[in-house]
């Protein structure tokens, strides 16, 4: 185990790495290589996924994801960038903290200030679904000079966005008193129904992989975790009118756009509105794909990803 401590301000970070294999990893798909390391922030420690060399890539998961949902997208990554998968605060083996701020611009703070501790000069960044709300409120951040390293391109996958119909009465319905206590009742205690939820987010469910349900099912060993989504959603109206105001300030950033063109959690019509306000990307849809291109899909999905970060072809 190595650990060092990062002067941040006003606290340290210390931060701690370990490795191990595939073989030892309690969730399929990871190739040898990749690291377990710990960050501690507050007094809590946020776990994140390392591997390969070269300019730093970090990737951002959606609501109750973790880096499990980058297994397919880490090794094909490798080659090309130092890639950093965070279990974002509250999800994946993170730690389950109290009295941490789970709005989108809080959490994009926590993200900027995870991305300081590891040092580096600049980065790019993938956010994918809520993670991808996430991502552009760290844009704006550090567009501001508010924090941190410089931002290079941004990568939005399926992005949460105040301009698709799915999800606008859901999330608000769970986040009140009422649908919080019937998502305790009926959605978490009922693991019969993860199955159900679990294949809508996929376009073609004959290309679910194998053990993805499992390996998301995973992290509630840890408890908590339903109490960190219903956190997060709590907020949710109110974040998208924030994020619907930060769009403006992110003309300047090169932007990726991808989308599943089945997508049943972020429309995939919100795409075009959304788009505006980058002039500076590009927008590939998946035909036939849904929520989880990275899986559904990863050999498109990573040659297009190689293909913006690199400017290079990637032979198909």
Known sequence: MVGKELSGGKEDLRVMATE??????????????????????????MRYLRTGSGPALILVHGLLGYSFSWRYTMPALAPYATVYAPD?????????????DHSMRG??????????????????????????AVAMMAAEECLSGKT??????LILVDPVNPYSAHGQWLAPFFGNPYGAVL?????????????Y??????????????????????PLAKPGLFEHALSIVRTWTQDLRELEVTLPKLASVPTLLMW??????????????????????????????????????????????????THEKVPA
């Open 20 to 45: 191990r294999d595939v073989a030892s990893a309690p969730f399929p798909g990871f190739s040898p290589g990749v690291e377990e390391c710990w960050m501690d922030l507050d007094g809590a420690r």
């Open 260 to 309: 599943g063109s089945k997508d049943t959690a972020v429309d995939p019509s919100s795409a075009k509105p959304l788009a505006k306000y980058f002039p500076k990307s590009r927008l590939i849809v998946f035909p036939g794909v849904g929520h989880l291109p990275y899986e559904e899909c990863p050999e498109e999905f990573n040659r297009a990803l190689i293909e913006f970060l």
């Open 183 to 195: 998502f305790r009742l009926f959605v978490a205690r009922t693991s019969f129904s993860y199955p």
């Open 88 to 100: 974002m605060m509250g999800a994946g083996f993170s730690d389950r903290a109290a009295g941490i």
């Open 107 to 132: 959490t994009a703070q926590l993200l900027l200030r995870f991305i300081s501790g590891l040092e580096i000069s600049s980065f790019d960044l993938v956010g994918t679904s809520h993670g991808g």
């Open 197 to 218: 939820w679990h294949a809508r987010m996929y376009g073609d469910r004959s290309r679910i992989p194998p053990g993805a349900l499992e390996g998301y099912m995973a």
């Open 148 to 153: 941190g390293p410089h931002l290079r391109r």
